[in-house]
């Protein structure tokens, strides 16, 4: 008798442990589904790190998402920087298709993120689980990139190739000096990797001073077929294409004229960017000297004339001279307005570039008054 109720005991006590397993077994399987199809979640599938993709060819970036709507899509480099690819994409098509342009930055440490769209903070994200690389293909000359974008690339081996860039850093007024202005554009070039001797092209008071003048007295003069520093190929003989920017130094300055709908079809769209926002000061001899306009917001006329164009050769960092305001407007330089009404300069300013015109007819000027507590940009020659 007491064998059979012991029996009895544990296999109800047996029972009831199963029952008690079968419950939890349930609860978890419910959290499971819930965790899983209950709340969003975005995964990138590709590229997904140690991929190499090449400029000119276009791939898939994939992606899961759930409970998604909209996506965008970034693309990071090593320094951090992004690069928007697309926005607004409709999550449930799980792919996008990425052409690489020519001229694209190249090189290994590239992640791409997809994310919540628009972005907020507690919105969902996923990143690519290591780097991958962006490639040039293999060329044995610069001419398909010529055809493609119908505006020649040339070969840096080629006899006569003069490079230029635009620093990514902006500067105020004060440069300390055209030899500052230079160094910084040196500097900026040791980073970039660009080998060799490097100067700004950048005016000063003096008619000895104006740009072209210190460009005619680096070592290789004006002289120079003017393209773009930065690498837009490899060749398979180690050499590497660059877009042109001017067979000559007028052809180049041409540029800073040209109307900005044709200069997009020949330049980088980076590199026109920052063609808006240079220091350039005095050109050549017929440049302005003083009493330039600046871009001023205030209509009062002793704070819209500079008495200079350089900043005081390069050397102030101030929107208006020491004094302003409080001092007698008679202690500083005057000047005569385009109607030829007499006025005081009392801003510090300098000419560089800027757009100027409608948007059909829009260009870039090289004399646009800018004052010195801006901070704009350094146009970079190879000596």
Request: net charge negative; glycine share 8%; charged share 20%.
């Amino acid at each position: 008798m007491n064998e059979s109720i012991f029996e009895k005991f544990t296999a109800e006590k047996s029972l009831f442990y199963i029952l008690i397993l079968a419950v939890v077994i349930v609860v978890a399987i419910i959290v499971y589904l819930f965790i899983a199809f209950g709340t969003k979640s975005i995964t990138v599938i590709s590229p997904n790190g140690e991929e190499s993709w090449e400029i000119g060819q276009k791939y898939e970036i994939t992606w899961k998402a759930k409970k998604v709507d909209k996506v965008g899509i970034a693309l990071f480099n090593k320094n951090g920087e992004v690069e928007w690819i697309a926005e607004n994409i409709n999550a449930g098509q799980g792919k996008y298709g990425f052409e690489i342009y020519k001229g694209h930055e190249f090189g290994y440490g590239f992640w791409v993120a997809v994310f919540e769209y628009p972005w907020r903070e507690e919105g969902k994200v996923d990143y690519s689980n290591n780097a991958f690389a962006i490639t040039y293909p293999e060329l044995s000359g610069c001419d398909a990139l010529s055809i493609e974008s119908e505006w020649p690339f040339l070969p840096s081996d080629r006899p006569g190739i003069r490079r230029v860039f635009i620093t990514d850093n902006t500067y105020s007024g004060n440069l300390d000096g055209l030899n500052g202005a230079d160094l910084k554009c040196q500097q900026e070039a040791d980073k970039l990797g660009y080998k060799g001797n490097w100067m700004a092209f950048l005016g000063g008071d003096a008619d000895e001073e104006v740009a072209l003048a210190r460009l005619g007295n680096s070592e290789r003069k004006t002289e120079g077929i003017f393209v773009e520093a930065k690498e837009s190929a490899v060749l398979i003989r180690g050499a590497t294409c660059h877009r042109l920017l001017g067979k000559n130094i007028n052809e180049f300055l041409a540029k800073f004229s040209d109307n900005i709908v044709m200069n997009a079809e020949k330049i980088d769209k980076n590199f026109m960017e920052k063609m808006s926002e240079l220091w350039l000061g005095r050109l050549d001899a017929n440049t302005k000297k003083n009493c330039i306009t600046t871009t001023s917001v205030n209509r009062y006329l002793p704070e819209r004339y500079s008495f200079t164009s350089t900043c005081q050769n390069w050397t102030k960092s101030s929107q208006f001279s020491d004094g302003y305001p409080g001092a007698s407007l008679a202690s500083f330089p005057t000047c005569y307005t385009s109607t030829g009404v007499l006025t005081s300069a009392v801003s510090l300013g300098a000419l560089g570039t800027g757009v100027t015109g409608a948007v059909s007819s829009a260009v870039i000027s090289p004399n646009m008054g800018n004052y010195c507590n801006s901070n704009r940009r350094l146009l970079c020659i190879e000596d």
